[in-house]
């Protein structure tokens, strides 16, 4: 019914969602009540997950190796909640279309949706563990305060850097299925490589930029600022950020667009 | 004005060309080695115009493979084409396939507002139109359980039920009617007039002429991506169906002239060669068969004949006098051959013999002698020219008059067993075979081996019905008309005959005076004799086999 002519342009993509803004709010809704059908602890997977790797590197790190993080718990969870939602956001997301192929060039459907559902979906989880995040940081007696107003602009910037590398991924993805394992492989990776579990001042100071130069790093460190310093995060390098993520969305979206009918061919 | 106006559409699916399973290194490798990028497309529709007035029930017949679906989704949106243009006015819905947009773990509901949501509608619109949906679709409760333990008959429910809760300007039906059950069936057909009342459109794909003729406006023959008939819904269908007629009919011309005839290896000794010249004669054996005659023993100074790779593979049915198992062949002949088997002594039985002249024999171990009875028995019938009855009973009375030495017959038979392999030892007087060609003999008496031939021709009949899809109920009769004119219907090919029974046959040959226990019941000659064809035939035959000794 809706016949849109596929534009290579984000703003066209925004009007999709707009137009397609109930089937997002089913799917996602969807995406969350079945990831938590069928299992007993549901949601409480959530918390628990990060709850272990607190622990075990607060263990290892905190208390084996001494990295000498005063309140390293909080240190370490105010990186690796939006870490989690990065990477199993880029997990799913990746292969979501391969995923969808009940849909894809089967109806009528906006396969971008398919896209955006698990980089959304993954966004809800962490915020619904933020009051989680929260309750640590007093736990802990540490503060918080005016820096957490900038928490929405970080989310943003992250959800349009995943949807922007998603838009790449899943549809590669479709072609070359290999790029599952890849980004599988690259986010173990990452999550070493980026100053999560660590600060960034023992990075050298010749390898600091290179891990900066990272969007996900700065976000991560970003975060790290809200929750543990307190402390406004460098705006140049959010701004930095929201241009990579922009860019991204941009040539993804093109990307996706210029492939969007083989993809049912596909699949 | 039109609902739905195509032009010069053209679709080509480049992509189906490659693999579909593709890697990373696959594809570097090729590039790096310079390999030419195979992309061949295929035109799925090439070149397709028509217009569909509002209120119109458009047809769409054609083969599968013709492009039904792709034109189908090219209307609903789904492809984009490469070529043309699609234009149509107000809304659409379209009911592409079964299961196309259902989720398997989600439930019938979640499932029927995702669809509704994809066609745009907000969830007041959808929770408006759910009651009816889910009445519509009459699934109870099954509506909240996954849509993987639906059926397809309930999931062709939901999504017609979603799909026509739109109320859409413009529908579109994948062969969906096809599913589910007749009450349904006329409640969708219903609903479709009624769609059409409202001057609605709807474009139906479908193999069913019938539906065609009787519920569109117009009808569009759909052939290799063309249009190969637009119009009049019975005068395309008839063009549809007499096209479809031809080139089905030439198929199996061109199946039937490629394959070859299925052969029926008939293996034994002189016996079975007259049987299976028998069956050869037959008109509707020769149509589809080839009976080729593989004896088991060697005609001394002349090469055995031995059956070729082709007549093996080809073997519809293996008739053995000894059983399979001795077919020095066995293990060439397809799974699926049909097995038939007698036991020599069922024949050796009332046979006539002639075993004046055993041949060349190299080493005689045993003086031969002239077998005194049998073929000259059915000689004085011939000559007589008795009608069958009468020979039974002059076979059965008549032979004592040769004063057989019992015997000796038994030491004969033996003998005969002992010393076949390898060899021929007997060989049946020519006027004897003559008889077997005319069929003669075989009306002489109710003999096992015309039991065993009958069992043949009907197995034979059951075996080329099952390879042979023209067969005919009526040759299927004809053939029991002929070869039982009495009706009987036998079921035991596998003639089994009791090693115990075999023995004492060979002790107590022939002997219309001398009564026969068996199983330790006492038979009279010819009461046994009786018994023995109504044994040969029953159920109780195979059970025997198994009885203790």
């Known amino acids: 019914m809706i016949r849109q002519v596929a534009n290579p342009f984000a703003p066209a993509l925004a009007q999709k969602i707009f137009h397609y803004r109930w089937l997002l709010y089913e799917l996602v809704s969807r995406d969350l009540k079945l990831r938590y059908r069928g299992s007993v602890l549901g949601f409480a997977w959530t918390l628990l997950n990060p709850l272990l790797f607190m622990a075990v590197y607060t263990l290892v790190f905190g208390v084996y190796l001494r990295f000498g993080i005063h309140n390293y718990p909080v240190f370490l969870m105010s990186g690796i909640m939006a870490w989690q939602w990065f990477a199993t956001g880029m997990q799913i997301g990746t292969s979501s279309i391969i995923d969808g192929r009940m849909y894809v060039g089967k109806t009528v459907f906006p396969a971008e949706l398919l896209v955006i559902v698990p980089v959304l979906s993954n966004c809800v989880n962490f915020a619904f563990s933020l009051p989680f995040l929260i309750a640590i940081v007093f736990l802990f007696h540490q503060h918080l305060g005016a820096p957490l107003l900038l928490l929405p602009v970080l989310m943003l910037a992250q959800a349009l850097l995943m949807t922007g590398l998603l838009f790449f991924f899943a549809t590669l993805n479709v072609f070359f299925r290999d790029l599952q394992q890849l980004v599988q492989v690259v986010l173990t990776l990452l999550f070493f490589l980026i100053p999560i579990f660590y600060a960034p001042d023992v990075i050298p100071a010749f390898a600091r930029s290179f891990v900066l130069a990272n969007p996900i790093a700065v976000l991560i460190i970003g975060y790290q600022h809200i929750f543990y310093y307190n402390d406004f995060p460098n705006v140049a390098s959010l701004a930095y950020v929201f241009i990579v993520a922009t860019v991204l969305v941009a040539a993804g979206y093109a990307m996706f667009a210029h492939y969007r009918e083989a993809l049912g061919e596909y699949l | ?549």
Request: aromatic letters at 10%; glycine letters at 6%; one cysteine or more.
């Open chain 2, 1 to 549: 004005m039109s609902a739905i106006s195509a032009v010069d559409v053209v679709k080509r699916f480049r992509h189906l060309a490659l693999p579909k399973q593709t890697t990373l290194k696959e594809t570097i490798v090729k590039r790096l080695l310079g390999g030419s990028r195979n992309r061949r497309s295929i035109e799925a529709i090439a070149g397709v115009s028509f217009s569909v007035r509002p209120g119109q029930v458009l047809g769409i017949v054609g083969r599968n493979g013709s492009g039904k679906t792709t034109l189908l989704r090219l209307l609903s949106g789904v492809y984009a084409p490469d070529e043309g243009r699609i234009e149509i006015s107000g809304t659409l819905a379209p009911l592409l396939s079964l299961a196309a947009g259902f989720h398997p773990d989600l439930s019938g509901r979640e499932n029927a507002r995702i669809e509704l949501m994809i066609l745009g509608f907000s969830p007041k619109q959808i929770q408006q139109r759910m009651d009816q949906i889910i009445d519509f679709a009459e699934i109870g409760e099954f509506v909240d359980a996954p849509v993987r333990t639906y059926s397809s008959g309930m999931m062709m429910r939901l999504a017609f039920a979603a799909a026509v809760s739109v109320d859409p300007d413009v529908l579109l039906l994948d062969e969906v009617l096809a599913v589910g059950d007749a009450a349904f069936a006329e409640k969708c057909l219903a609903c479709v007039d009624d769609f059409r009342k409202r001057g609605k459109t709807i474009v139906l794909v479908t193999h069913s002429t019938q539906l065609v003729r009787e519920r569109c406006d117009v009808a569009m023959w759909l052939d290799r991506g063309k249009v190969a008939a637009f119009g009049d819904p019975v005068e395309v269908t008839d063009a549809y169906y007499q096209a479809a007629k031809e080139s089905e009919r030439s198929e199996v011309a061109v199946q039937k002239r490629k394959a070859p005839l299925r052969t029926i290896v008939v293996f034994g000794n002189c016996q079975a060669e007259a049987l299976a010249n028998i069956i050869k004669k037959d008109v509707l054996v020769q149509s589809r068969f080839r009976v080729v005659y593989y004896p088991d023993y060697e005609t001394p100074g002349q090469a055995r004949e031995t059956p070729t790779p082709e007549e093996l593979n080809a073997s519809a049915l293996l008739f053995s006098q000894h059983g399979p198992d001795p077919f020095p062949y066995f293990d060439q002949l397809p799974k699926e051959c049909l097995m038939v088997r007698f036991p020599s002594v069922d024949l050796n039985l009332l046979w006539p013999f002639n075993c004046v002249n055993p041949y060349n024999r190299p080493k005689p171990e045993f003086d031969w002698g002239p077998f005194p009875y049998g073929d000259r028995i059915i000689l004085e019938c011939v000559e007589k020219d008795m009608p069958p009855d009468e020979i039974l009973e002059y076979y059965l009375t008549g032979w004592p008059r040769y004063k057989p030495d019992l015997n000796r017959l038994g030491q004969l038979e033996r003998a005969r067993l002992e010393t076949r392999d390898g060899h021929c030892d007997l060989k049946m007087a020519p006027w004897v075979m003559e008889h077997f060609r005319n069929r003669r003999l075989f009306w002489t008496v109710n003999h096992p081996a015309q039991i065993v031939l009958r069992e043949v021709l009907q197995r034979l009949i059951h075996a080329s019905a099952s390879v042979d899809p023209d067969l005919q109920d009526a040759d299927l009769e004809e053939t029991q008309r002929v070869y039982f004119p009495a009706g009987e219907q036998l079921s035991i090919a596998n003639i089994p005959i009791h090693p115990k029974l075999a023995e004492e046959l060979q002790l107590e040959w022939y002997n219309p005076h001398q009564s026969f226990e068996v199983f330790g019941k006492v038979y009279s000659y010819e009461e046994y004799f009786r018994r023995m064809i109504d044994y040969c035939v029953s159920e109780r035959a195979a059970a025997a086999i198994t009885a203790p000794a």
